[in-house]
């Protein structure tokens, strides 16, 4: 079993910039893909990016270009910078890993005025 602890949202305000952390600990040796899903209320929750242990990345269409996801091996974290953040990126943030056989509780990011 792996334990995710998520950092780093806030409200912020169109425009600007975050950064998320994801640490990750117990069954780190299972870890093979780390990721950030997203969720607002009356929706699925959909992918933002994922990375691999080798550094592979996918991003969701919405995001590409603006968002970048990157992975400290040594520490089990995963990052996810965010920029040019629009209101339509407001939701909870989750992370996970092996496509979700973990997820962290969450972290909220809102972007407004």
């Known amino acids: 079993q792996v334990q995710l602890v998520e950092s780093g949202g806030g409200l912020v305000q169109p425009g600007g910039s975050l950064r998320l952390s994801c640490a990750a600990s117990g069954n780190i040796f299972s870890i093979h893909v780390m990721g950030w899903y997203r969720q607002v209320p009356g929706k699925q929750r959909e992918l933002v990016a994922t990375i691999t242990r080798a550094g592979s990345t996918n991003y969701a269409t919405s995001v590409k270009g603006r968002f970048t996801i990157s992975r400290d091996n040594a520490r089990n974290t995963v990052y996810l910078q965010m920029n040019s953040l629009k209101p339509e990126d407001t939701a909870v943030y989750y992370c996970?890993?092996?496509?979700?056989?973990?997820w962290g509780q969450g972290t909220q990011v809102v972007v407004s005025s």
């Open positions: 996970t890993v092996n496509y979700g056989s973990s």
